[in-house]
């Protein structure tokens, strides 16, 4: 039984996942591709040459926890900001206080952690340029964003992107262990861990979400001589307390897959219910965008090309409105989507394409094909050749564009449908060597 001193103790203290926040690398659990022997940020840390990076994951893997045990192990100083809260004017009240830090003068930057930074405006993320670019801070963003989407392409290159990946069952096994061997409250009681299934399953591969589990679980047993963890007290124990929906768990992951083959698949009506589904879990309306613009253009395709108009629209039109009217283009666009004609001709040819061209970088652009800006080039034979299609009938002159020993290599097959035949029938008017 837990006994009334451990019970208070454990009320007055702050949440488990804070307690077993690690400040050095020899307590922090996964991302061994980062902080492994030999890895570049235990490099950082170890030689001191620190540059700023952006830290992408889902919820729950580490990230604000790496960025303190960096500062902390560099001894540097460490300012933190909110990209919910914090706006252009704490951002440069911060830049103004590492300049006049003391520690700066002495040539060593302070580290601004910034959370959420795919919250930031365009213009938040450029008052940010200037120090990063000149060393006055080294800058530490989390993101649980595509950076590619979020961060504007200036602050993007002054930054390497590390990818934290959902932590494996053999990370969750350590961290439950060393929860009920070394936090202050857990190691006092008497655990007896039966099974993990469910512990693990609804952490989702999230060390935070995983703490919380624990801790509901030994709370809702606080008054019996044991605390037991097996998959019947874990998921009795989350009816009451977890969200169906966890927009950062492992329910994400499923509910997003079942929406994009649902549109996939052509049902309207179950894609309409996965987004619904998502909506209510509070998922970010422009993650459902940008996954619709995917769809239109991998899916939809050359079937029909609207979608993608349709879809780049709607990603605009929610992030003008926001929620909760950005329902209503996501419904239209995910509806008009999944009632499509379907096709991936253009997905399947630029995936061979680019395998094709990783192997033939070198493959010389026929002359003709050549522009011929100087005087030289047109000596050496640059566009010499070269018919204009306009000139011809039909606007089509027959050359051979590919480079030499790729002739003949198809990479579009029009898939079957309406708008393609049309393509495939044009097409094999004018290339039979591809099309005949």
């Known amino acids: 039984m837990m006994d009334n001193d451990n019970i208070g103790r454990s009320r007055m203290l702050p949440p488990l996942p804070e307690r077993m926040r690690p400040h050095d690398l020899d307590g922090y659990v996964g ?23 952006i830290l992408w994951g ?132 008497d655990v007896k861990v039966e099974e993990t299934d469910a512990l693990f399953r609804h952490s989702g591969g999230d060390a935070r979400k995983l703490l919380n589990i624990l801790e509901i679980v030994v709370g809702a047993q606080q008054a019996s001589s044991t605390v037991v963890i097996d998959n019947k007290t874990v998921t009795a124990c989350l009816q009451e307390n977890i969200a169906i929906y966890d927009k950062g768990g492992e329910m994400h992951y499923d509910v997003i897959s079942a929406f994009i083959k649902s549109v996939r698949g052509s049902d309207p009506n179950a894609a309409v219910y996965y987004l619904a589904r998502m909506l209510e879990g509070g998922e970010d309306p422009l993650f459902i965008a940008r996954r619709l613009c995917i769809l239109a253009a991998e899916d939809v395709g050359l079937a029909n090309p609207n979608a993608l108009l349709l879809a780049n629209s709607t990603f605009q039109i929610v992030h003008s409105i926001g929620m909760p009217e950005a329902r209503i283009p996501l419904a239209e666009c995910t509806i008009y989507l999944a009632s499509s004609a379907k096709s991936n001709s253009a997905y399947m040819a630029i995936n061979e394409a680019l395998e094709v061209a990783k192997d033939t970088q070198m493959a010389s652009v026929p002359l003709y094909l050549r522009n011929a800006p100087t005087k030289l080039m047109s000596e050496l034979g640059y566009a010499d050749g070269y018919r204009y299609a306009h ?28 708008q393609e035949e049309t393509l495939r029938s044009r097409l094999e008017s004018l290339w039979p060597k591809y099309y005949k």
């Open 31 to 53: 991302q061994r591709h980062l902080v492994g022997k030999g890895c570049i940020l235990r490099n950082m840390i170890e030689t001191g040459n620190l540059s700023s990076f």
């Open 58 to 189: 889902p919820p729950g893997v580490g990230k604000t926890t790496l960025s303190r045990i960096v500062a902390h192990s560099l001894n540097r100083e460490f300012y933190t900001l909110s990209a919910v809260s914090a706006g252009v004017k704490e951002v440069r009240e911060v830049i103004d206080k590492a300049r006049s830090n003391s520690l700066w003068s002495n040539g060593v930057a302070p580290i601004l952690f910034i959370d959420e930074i795919h919250r930031f405006s365009k213009s938040q993320q450029d008052a940010l340029l200037g120090a990063v670019e000149d060393g006055t801070i080294v800058l530490i963003g989390a993101t649980t964003e595509n950076p590619s989407f979020e961060v504007i392409t200036p602050l993007l290159s002054r930054c390497q992107v590390f990818v934290l990946k959902s932590l494996e069952k053999d990370d969750l096994n350590q961290l439950l262990n060393s929860a009920l061997q070394k936090d202050e409250v857990l190691s006092h009681l």
């Open 391 to 418: 000139d011809y009938p039909g606007h089509f002159a027959d050359l051979e564009f590919m480079p030499e020993g790729l002739s003949g290599r198809k990479f579009y097959e029009p898939a079957d449908n309406r």
